[in-house]
């Protein structure tokens, strides 16, 4: 433990996460920061004493639930105290994100989110939060590769194939979303801006439905989450254009990025990440990387009480 | 762990917690800018 000079904080020096290099796992990566949650209350050697209360803002058995779940199951067995998820869903993410906000700052609530958190900020006019003074990005768990999908029956060959026969036939391509101001929404109108042609926009319930409507030939193409559309590309009921985000889907090794494909500025990215709450955390995280007390790479340091053995 | 989280769906994605701090910074003004050039409102 070393303690550190600007806030007196007993802190370890294993939580430099500036060191977290590639070959680390998501788990041990969540722990190190976690660790540094607690460390910025009072009594950092005594964190965690309690439950920790995990704030999920969808439902349980979504995508980011159970990325969630998976990453503090693990968490939990590691410090040794049960995290607590409470699943707050509804009005785009906003009642869970209201939920955690209001709670202490004390290091014992974190959020689990998907990058709907950057997205809130611009589609709801009157959030009861601040999305970026409220909430202190942690780190993420993980990257939800969004694949462009067209009913094959349609015949095209690739990514510029199917912009060429956009352009041909001005709005008269529509594209299904699943629901206004969700992510497939926004990586549809970055992809098509970007691309260059008109396209209408058919909002569905939410993104199995809009899968369905490809499907069923209402719709020309969706920004579907990998995992949703992953059996009907299996099964040849579904053609992959592209990967909207800025690197290739391992599910999926041969879809190209929409800019691999040819078209800058096009990608869009969607991911799960974890938040914590702002004020205690950012004195303690801008002290202590501007005063590294001891150079200890994360791994071999035994000077943390929450060492982490990663899971290989 | 990774294969886990990969059944879900997910890819890795290592940030450090500057990085991340500073994505999420950017995509927040990325978003309202696509917002405010496409019309999106939530629903």
Redesign the interface.
């Known amino acids: 433990m070393t303690r550190n000079r600007a806030t007196g904080v007993r802190t370890s020096a294993a939580i430099r996460v500036g060191k977290i290099t590639a070959s680390e796992t998501l788990g041990f990566a969540a722990a190190l920061v976690l660790t540094a949650l607690g460390a910025s209350t009072a009594a950092a050697q005594d964190w965690p004493t309690k439950a920790i209360r995990a704030i999920v803002p969808l439902t349980a058995g979504s995508a980011t639930d159970m990325i969630g779940r998976t990453v503090l199951d693990q968490l939990s067995q590691q410090l040794g105290q049960p995290i607590v998820v409470e699943n707050r869903p509804g009005a785009g993410n906003t009642i869970g994100m209201a939920t955690a906000a209001r709670s202490d700052a004390d290091g014992y609530t974190i959020l689990i989110n998907s990058s709907s958190h950057t997205i809130v900020p611009a589609t709801y006019g009157n959030l009861p939060f601040d999305t970026l003074r409220d909430f202190t990005p942690v780190i993420p768990l993980g990257n939800m590769p969004t694949v462009l999908v067209v009913s094959p029956s349609k015949g095209y060959k690739n990514l510029a194939d199917f912009v060429a026969a956009a352009k041909a036939k001005p709005g008269l391509m529509n594209y299904s979303t699943a629901g206004a101001g969700n992510f497939s929404h926004f990586a549809s109108e970055v992809f098509r801006r970007a691309a260059g042609f008109q396209a209408v926009h058919v909002p569905s319930k939410g993104a199995p439905e809009a899968l369905m409507e490809v499907l069923a030939d209402r719709a020309d193409f969706f920004f579907a989450p990998l995992i949703v559309a992953l059996p009907f590309l299996k099964d040849g009921r579904l053609q992959a254009l592209a990967v909207s985000g800025s690197q290739r889907a391992a599910a999926l090794p041969d879809v190209p990025t929409t800019v691999e494909a040819g078209f800058p500025n096009s990608e869009y990215n969607f991911w799960v990440g974890m938040f914590g709450r702002r004020r205690r955390l950012l004195s303690f995280w801008t002290s202590s990387m501007r005063k590294p007390a001891r150079r200890c790479k994360i791994r071999p340091c035994r000077r943390s009480s929450h060492a982490w053995a990663p899971t290989r | 762990?990774?294969e886990?989280?990969?059944r879900?769906?997910?890819?890795?994605?290592?940030?450090?917690?500057?990085a991340?701090?500073k994505?999420?910074?950017t995509?927040?003004s990325t978003?309202?800018k696509?917002?405010?050039?496409?019309g999106?409102?939530?629903?």
């Open positions: 762990m990774q886990k989280l990969a879900l769906g997910a890819d890795p994605m290592t940030l450090t917690t500057s991340f701090e994505l999420v910074q995509e927040i978003n309202m696509i917002a405010a050039a496409a999106v409102k939530a629903n």
